[in-house]
């Protein structure tokens, strides 16, 4: 974390977010894989609060966006159209949610 440390002892905010984006890129990535549906994965937009400051190691948690929405993106690359879908995650630090991303990817067809 060291690199990431603001004046303040915490993390920079920026750092949280991206780790945050990462881990729900990581989410589409190995779910499309794993229903053998590729595409390129481009986050659109994300809406980052943060609830607390970080001031030691944290975990970013992603969720699986609901079956409506999953089914709306796979039916949408199936037909080679682009298709977008949100996927929450949240950041833990010391047991404690720290802050929460909302990621908008649109997944280009292959």
Known sequence: MAPN???????????VSAVAIL???T???VRLGSECAGGQIVIYRNTMLYD???????????S???ADAWARLLK????KKMARISV???LICEGHQVGALEGEFVVLPE
């Open 23 to 25: 881990s729900t890129w």
């Open 76 to 79: 949408t690359l199936n037909r």
């Open 27 to 29: 989410l589409l990535h």
């Open 88 to 90: 929450p995650s949240v």
């Open 64 to 66: 699986m966006p609901d």
């Open 52 to 62: 607390r400051p970080i001031t030691t190691g944290f975990t970013a948690i992603a």
């Open 5 to 15: 440390i603001n004046h303040q002892d915490t993390v920079f905010g920026g750092s």
